[in-house]
Nanobody
Framework: QVRLVESGGGLVQVGGSLRLSCATS????????MAWFRQVPGKEREFVAA????????HYADSVKGRFTISRDNAKNTMYLQMDSLKPEDTAVYYC???????????????????WGQGTQVTVSS
């Protein structure tokens, strides 16, 4: 059974940091595109960051560029999202996603991803 499980969310003050983890199991995701999305109630799921397939290529939403860092440890089958200088507008449920065949142009489209985790809540308080 393929699973993506997020962890590391929580409550943090403005300017603080959190590191999210996405542990994968069930098959090898080494060559997949892996990404982080986030969603707040009443809004569409929003792209945050991604690593395209097995390359070192990383992509970020403008709103998090310079503050968030995506990484993956293939030996541990885990992807991370280091979030620094957090702002209240970063409050959301964060989801990890994976897909083996999407194109670079589809990277930011959540509908293109086949596998999803259950989400982890991040709340930034002011």
């Amino acid at each position: 059974q393929v699973r993506l499980v997020e962890s590391g969310g929580g409550l943090v003050q403005v300017g603080g940091s959190l590191r999210l983890s996405c542990a994968t199991s069930g098959r090898t995701f080494t060559r997949d595109t892996m990404a982080w999305f986030r969603q707040v109630p009443g809004k569409e799921r929003e792209f945050v960051a991604a690593k395209f397939r097995g390359s070192s290529s990383t992509h970020y939403a403008d709103s998090v560029k310079g503050r968030f860092t995506i990484s993956r440890d293939n030996a541990k089958n885990t992807m991370y999202l280091q979030m620094d200088s957090l702002k209240p507008e970063d409050t959301a449920v964060y989801y990890c996603a994976a897909d083996s065949s999407l194109s670079l142009s589809s990277l930011r489209n959540p509908q293109q991803y086949d596998y999803w985790g259950q989400g982890t809540q991040v709340t930034v308080s002011s």
